[in-house]
């Protein structure tokens, strides 16, 4: 089965600017899950999604960043407008059950200039 | 909150040589404890998990991890390394259907 795709593998916008990075999960999975590594630190939750409605937010770093899943299947991630600190990996993973292995996507890149 | 302690942030060791990459957690309650690996260019994979049962568990490529409870840690240990293991390792936790990640572990392998 495919795997997780993630859209685009880089971006390179100006601090002001807006990006929007997109997940596809493994078909079949209603879990989809938003991680974010920022350069030399730990991987960090976001978020988590169950099919289309948002299970947990708490990492959300602030209102500049928008989740959806419209539907149940892909997901968008919007920064907008992007700062310097937004800098760094984002990661989508998706899983059948909420306690079930989570499988990740190659991840976006993100350098705000 | 739970956290994850992975305190050497990269670990060289020659080619065949054994290594141990260490990870300590901060809680005692019941945890499903993970260990994921990037390679270079490459997205994060699961390398091998805990879940129940045994507490030691192993990867299909000779790593093994073992679930220590009164320590609250779950090293990863290969009895030889080899060039193509270059790559980032982390561990991780999941609390509250998310997880919850060391700061990762950079193996360097020596010719």
């Known amino acids: 089965e495919a795997g997780v795709t993630q859209f685009p593998s880089h971006s390179v916008i100006e601090k002001g600017q807006t990006v929007t990075l997109r997940c596809d999960p493994i078909?079949?999975?209603?879990?989809l899950y938003w991680y974010r590594r920022v350069m030399g630190k730990e991987i960090k939750f976001l978020l988590h999604f169950v099919k289309e409605s948002k299970q947990d937010e708490s990492g959300m770093p602030n209102n500049r960043f928008l989740a959806e899943r419209t539907g149940g299947t892909y997901s968008t991630l919007k920064v907008q407008p992007a700062e310097l600190e937004d800098s760094g990996v984002y990661f989508c993973?998706?899983?059948?059950?909420?306690?079930?292995?989570?499988?990740f996507g190659p991840g976006t890149r993100l350098t705000v200039l | 909150a739970q956290s994850v302690t992975q305190l050497d942030s990269q670990v060289p060791v020659f080619e065949e040589a054994p290594v141990e990459l260490r990870c300590n957690y901060s809680?005692?309650?019941?945890?499903?404890l993970f260990w994921y690996v990037q390679y270079p260019n490459q997205g994060l994979q699961l390398l091998l998990k805990y879940l129940s049962g045994s507490t030691l568990v192993e990867s299909i490529n000779g790593f093994e991890a073992e679930f220590n409870k009164s320590q609250t840690s779950f090293h990863l240990r290969k009895p030889s390394v080899h060039i193509s293991d270059t790559a980032e390792y982390f561990c991780?936790?999941?609390?509250?259907?998310?997880?919850?990640w060391g700061a990762g572990t950079k193996l360097i392998i020596k010719p």
């Open positions: 078909s079949g999975h209603d879990n």
């Open positions: 809680s005692s309650v019941s945890v499903y």
């Open positions: 993973a998706s899983s059948r059950g909420q306690n079930n292995e989570q499988f």
């Open positions: 991780a936790v999941n609390s509250n259907y998310q997880l919850i």
